[in-house]
């Protein structure tokens, strides 16, 4: 199989910039499987998060895998429970444990309720005790952000957003340009919806190259210099996914792809709903 490719973020460190989402992955076990798999196949980059109550399987699978955990990239996120000048320290200690690993790769503050202003803080300090190699922001916007980019110390390496070719961010990127912030790509395949997956011009290159409609989705997220991890539990599909770094497509074919922008998210909960779903979250174990 061909080479991956790396981001290097704004600190120096090189990120795979493909890798397996596990959102959605239920439970510790069924994730550790689906890790183990994927790290069989070469992955090498996992994305996890404290909400979606599986690190500690995805902790088992890197240890279990014989891999040099320095060769695996390990992301997860803070959830605003965890905010806090006091709170967050303790978090990532627990976060350490759960994961059975002594530093996270990035670590990202996962919504922007609460107290983000100390956590982020507090993701500063991590970094400075080695407990934490690069941090980051997930589903940031307006003044919430703008109160972290005023206050931070070092600038966010990493973005989390919802972005695939229905919506594609051309905005926060912007801002986010003299930050030197890379983007990491959520919903890369519009969560798996059959529309956006099976639009013709995707038809069109899978026949040329002789890949799948999925595979041509994830090229130009690759392309387009996104960081993206696809959540897959579906041996073939967890195959296929990372079977993109052999092909590449034109610049005429990545503006048509970049012409299907159409502001069309997926997640539309408002930000008051989201406030109130999220305040029932129980801490992992
Ligand atoms: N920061 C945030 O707030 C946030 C929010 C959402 C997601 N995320 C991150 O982003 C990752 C990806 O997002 P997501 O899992 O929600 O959406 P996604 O990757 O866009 O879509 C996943 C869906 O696509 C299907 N799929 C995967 N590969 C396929 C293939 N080759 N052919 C056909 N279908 C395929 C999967 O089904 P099968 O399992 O059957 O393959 C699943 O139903 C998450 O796992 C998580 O790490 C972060």
């Known amino acids: 199989m061909a080479e991956q490719t790396y981001v290097t973020l704004n600190n120096g460190t090189k990120i795979p910039q493909f890798g397996l989402g596990v959102y959605m992955i239920n439970g510790d ?3 550790e499987k689906a890790v183990s798999e994927a790290l069989k196949l070469g992955y090498r980059h996992i994305d996890t998060a404290h909400a979606y ?5 995805v902790g088992r699978a890197v240890k279990n895998s014989g ?6 990239w390990i992301t997860s996120k803070l959830w605003p429970s965890d905010y806090g000048k006091d709170k967050t320290p303790v978090a990532i200690d627990k976060m350490l444990d759960r994961l059975d690993t002594d530093y996270i790769d990035l670590l990202l503050l ?30 940031f916007d307006g003044e ?3 109160k972290i980019l005023d206050i ?42 059959a529309g956006l997956i099976n639009e013709p011009i995707f038809t069109e290159l899978a026949q040329k190259y002789g890949k799948t409609n999925v595979q041509i989705i994830l090229r130009w997220h690759i392309q387009k210099g996104h960081i993206v991890f696809p959540k897959s539990t579906n041996p073939q599909h967890l195959k296929d996914n990372i079977d993109i770094f052999d092909f590449e497509l034109t610049p005429d074919e990545m503006k048509e792809i ?13 930000l008051e709903t989201q406030k109130s779903a999220f305040s029932s979250f129980k801490p992992a174990d």
């Open 29 to 31: 076990d069924a994730t």
């Open 152 to 193: 931070a110390t070092i600038n966010p390496a990493v973005m989390q957003v919802e972005l695939h070719p229905y919506y594609q961010q051309q905005a926060l990127k912007e801002k986010m340009k003299p930050y030197g912030t890379k983007f990491e790509s959520w919903y890369p395949l519009g969560h798996g919806d």
């Open 53 to 57: 109550q599986n690190e500690r399987g």
């Open 67 to 72: 891999i040099d955990r320095h060769d695996i």
């Open 110 to 139: 996962h919504q922007q309720f609460g107290d983000y202003v100390g956590a982020y803080q507090a993701m500063e300090e991590a970094v400075k005790a080695g407990k934490v190699r690069a941090i980051g922001l997930s589903n």
């Open 144 to 146: 919430r952000l703008d």
């Open 258 to 270: 970049d012409a299907l922008d159409k502001d069309k998210r997926y997640f539309t909960m408002s």
